[in-house]
C-alpha cells in the first residue's frame, strides 16, 4: 500500500464499499433466484421453451435499460441517487414477482427489478473506483463480484433448503408455493440497501462535474485529509473539459475513428461483451436445468448449483490478491485460456453422453463427475479473471469526462449480451447440449486474442490519467 492509501481513511472508503456492493448482492441474488424457480414459473403461467427462455431473458432486458439509462441519469442525479432508485425497484419487483399470479405483471415486475440490477451492475464499480485510492482500487472495486456471487450463492442456498423443506419447488410452504418464496427473500437485503444508501457520501467526481467544489472538496477531505483532498480536487477540475460538462455525445471519436466511436469505448464494449459470451450466465441462471439435462436429480443439481457459488467466492478472494500487483491484463488472458480450455472438456463429456426414450441427455457417473468438475474450475477461472475485472476495468478505465457515458453504452452491450444468452441457452440446448458449449468455447478462444491486442493495463494509475 503505497503512501496516499496508508493516509486515506479506509473506515470510510470500507463502509462506502460495503453500502455500495450491496447493490452487486441484489444483483447477484435476483440474476441466481430464477435458477431454481423454472419448474413452477412452466406450471403457474404454462410456458413453452420459448417463453421460459423470455421469463428468465426478461430481467436482462431491463437491465440493458437501466445499465444505459444508469450512466447518464448518474451524471445528472448522482451516483447515490441513481442507487436509491434502483434499491426501489429492487424492492418493489422481488415483492411482485412472489405474489403475481398473472404473467404479464410478473414480467413487468420482473422487468423492473433489472432496470435496478443494470442500473447497479454498473454504478456500484464506478462509485467505488471514484472514492478509492489508486493502488488499491482494484481490490476494493473486487468486492463487487465476491458480493455478486455471495447473492448467486445464497439464492442458491435458499432455493435449496425452500425446495427440501417443501419437498419441491412446486409445493407449498406456509400456503405459498416454495419457488415464491425464492423471490420473497431478496425483499429484506433490498431494504437495507436503501436505508444504508442515505448514510454515504456522493461520489467526488461527480459533484466537481456539477460545479459543486466545495461539497467535492469536504467530501474528498473526509476521505484523503486536508492535504491530498485539495490537490485530488485540483486534479479533478483539471480532468474535466471546460467548454461543456459531460454528455452522452463524449462517447463519439472527436477525430473519427470506427463507427465514429473512441478507440477506449471499443476496448470496453470487447469487455463487456465477452464477459457474456463465454457462456457463464447458463450455468448461473440454467444450473437447476443445465445438471438436470446431464442426467442429475433436482436435489442434486441444486447441491451443485451452491458448489459452483462456493467456488466463485474463493476465486474472486484470488483476485483482491493478485490484481493490484500483477495487473488486470495477465488476469483476462489466463481467465480465457482456462475457460476455454475447461469449456472443451464439457464439451467432450456432453458428446460422450446417450438419449433417453424422452430425448433427455444421460451421461455415465464417470462422465458426470468430469462435467462437474470441468464446470466448477471454468466457474473458477471465469472468477479469478474476466467475472471481476470487467467490471473493475469499466469502472476505472475511462476518463472523467466520459465515464457515465462510456458506461451506459457498455452496460448496454454488457446486458444485451447477457439477455441474448439467456433467451437462446434454451432452444440451444435442446438442438445440443454439446454444441451450445462449442460456441462458448470458440468465444473464449476469441476473447484471448482480442485482449491481447486491444486492452491496455490500468493497474496503479490514477482516474485523471486514464486517457481514450
Known amino acids: 500500500m503505497n503512501d496516499a492509501a496508508q493516509r486515506a481513511n479506509m473506515g470510510l472508503i470500507g463502509a462506502i464499499v460495503a453500502v455500495a456492493t450491496i447493490g452487486g448482492l441484489l444483483f447477484g441474488y435476483d440474476s441466481g433466484a430464477v435458477n431454481g424457480t423454472q419448474d413452477g414459473l412452466r406450471a403457474a403461467f404454462a410456458l413453452d421453451d420459448w417463453w421460459l427462455g423470455f421469463t428468465v431473458g426478461s430481467l436482462l432486458i431491463g437491465c440493458f435499460i437501466g445499465a444505459f439509462f444508469a450512466g447518464t441519469l448518474a451524471d445528472s442525479m448522482g451516483r447515490r441517487n441513481v442507487m436509491r432508485l434502483a434499491a426501489l425497484l429492487f424492492l418493489g419487483g422481488a415483492i411482485v414477482q412472489g405474489i403475481s399470479h398473472d404473467h404479464l405483471i410478473f414480467l413487468i415486475a420482473r422487468l423492473c427489478g ?170 448461473f441462471y440454467y444450473g437447476e436445468t443445465l445438471w438436470q439435462l446431464a442426467g442429475f436429480k433436482q436435489s442434486d443439481a441444486l447441491l451443485i448449483n451452491i458448489i459452483s457459488g462456493a467456488v466463485s467466492i474463493a476465486a474472486c478472494f484470488v483476485t483482491i490478491a493478485v490484481i493490484d500487483r500483477i495487473g488486470r491484463k495477465p488476469l483476462l488472458l489466463i481467465g480465457s485460456a482456462g475457460m476455454a480450455a475447461t469449456l472443451f472438456v464439457m464439451v467432450f463429456a456432453f458428446s460422450q453422453g446417450t438419449l433417453d426414450t424422452n430425448g433427455k441427455l444421460v451421461l455415465s457417473s464417470d462422465l458426470g463427475m468430469v462435467a462437474v468438475i470441468a464446470a466448477n474450475l471454468y466457474v473458477i477461472f471465469f472468477n479469478v479473471s474476466w467475472g471481476p475485472v470487467m467490471w473493475v476495468m469499466l469502472g476505472e478505465m475511462f476518463p472523467n469526462q466520459i465515464r457515465g457515458s462510456a458506461l451506459a453504452v457498455c452496460g448496454f452491450a454488457q446486458w444485451f449480451a447477457n439477455y441474448l444468452i439467456a433467451q437462446t441457452f434454451p432452444w440451444m440446448a435442446s438442438q445440443s447440449l454439446a454444441g451450445s458449449y462449442v460456441f462458448y468455447g470458440v468465444c473464449a478462444v476469441i476473447s484471448f486474442f482480442l485482449v491481447q491486442k486491444f486492452i491496455h493495463e490500468t493497474k496503479g494509475k490514477e482516474l485523471e490519467a486514464m486517457e481514450g
Not at 156 to 174: C, D, R
Not at 204 to 209: I, S
Request: aromatic share 10%.
Open 114 to 283: 433489472g432496470m435496478a440490477v443494470g442500473a447497479a451492475s454498473v454504478l456500484s464499480p464506478a462509485y467505488i473506483s471514484e472514492v478509492a485510492p489508486a493502488s488499491i482500487r482494484g481490490r476494493m472495486t473486487t468486492v463487487q463480484q465476491i458480493m455478486i456471487i455471495s447473492g448467486l450463492t445464497a439464492a442458491f442456498v435458499v432455493n435449496y433448503f425452500v425446495a427440501q423443506a417443501a419437498g419441491n419447488s412446486l409445493n407449498e410452504l406456509g400456503g405459498i408455493e416454495a419457488w415464491r418464496w425464492m423471490y420473497l427473500a431478496q425483499a429484506v437485503p433490498a431494504a437495507v440497501f436503501l436505508v444504508a444508501l442515505f448514510f454515504i457520501p456522493e461520489s467526488p467526481r461527480y459533484l466537481v462535474a456539477k460545479g459543486r467544489n466545495p461539497e467535492a472538496l469536504k467530501v474528498l477531505t473526509s476521505l484523503f485529509g486536508a492535504t491530498d483532498g485539495a490537490l485530488k480536487l485540483a486534479e479533478i477540475q483539471a480532468s474535466f473539459s471546460s467548454d461543456h460538462r459531460p454528455r452522452l455525445a463524449d462517447v463519439l471519436a472527436p477525430n473519427g475513428g470506427f463507427l465514429g466511436i473512441r478507440p477506449i469505448v471499443w476496448a470496453g464494449l470487447l469487455l463487456a461483451v465477452f464477459q457474456q459470451l463465454v457462456g457463464i450466465n447458463v450455468i
